[in-house]
């Protein structure tokens, strides 16, 4: 069973939600500090408040139709399917969405959620720079001010979306301690944030961190599913066997893995990086 607003295209399985503590069986799990602790209360308060508005509702629609372009098509690609030999296999183009990926989906939720909170900037890390770009892109729409924490490793690597960060008015704050990646990345963000709790939203940028986030961006993201499952059935008339996603942090996989849970007799697959 789905729950909450399916209908818009939304909707988290029960078995995917977490406990009162935020965990999922052994993971998982709500931060410790008091300060950001109170933080989390903060957002997971207004997390839960905004899904069931609909003003909230209606302007996520507004937006995903006409300035993200959903719903994003799938895709039959028929020179892969005969490449391979053997599974008919379809795209979900979230790469046609706007900023080039599924990131936006759950920018534009959090970025809503700043503004409702009341603050005036959004804080985030980003790794290869799509989070980062998604969520400058969605600052820049709603007026917000945006601190992007990179890796100097990743700054060299990922330099045209570093660019398109700077050129949509985002501050980029480049972080050299340790392997100068993506852990330590969030490690500088999530000092500035706190620093900056009265103003600033931490805005994560996959299916991780403590509560409410795990489960804010999987909401978010759960439309990809919604819309698979239902453009399959349209396109094919039946369910797929499988549906596959890639790992990073697990947003999109989990997004659209969210359409298919009742769906036992659809093998949920998940591929990440050996
Ligand atoms: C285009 C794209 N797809 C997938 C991912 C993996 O992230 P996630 O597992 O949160 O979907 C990333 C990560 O930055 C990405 O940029």
Redesign the pocket.
Known sequence: MTTQNTTTGYGLHQSILPNDDGLYGEFGGKIGHPELAKAMAEIEVGFREIIKNDDFIAEMKRLRETYVGRPSPIYHAQRLTKHCGGAQIYFKRE?LNHT????INHCLGEVLLAKKLGKTKVIAET??G??GVALATAAALMGMECEIHMGVVDIKKEHPNVSRMKILGANIVPVSRGAGTLKEAVDSAFETYLNELDTSMFAI???LGPAPYPEMVSYFQSVVGHEARSQFLTTTGKLPNKVV?????????IGMFSGFFDDKNVEKRRGTRR
């Not at 080039?100 to 990131?103: E, F, L, Q, Y």
């Open positions: 790469d080039g990926a599924h990131k790794g290869a799509q989070h940028g996959s299916a996603a890639c790992i990073g942090g697990g947003s999109n996989a």
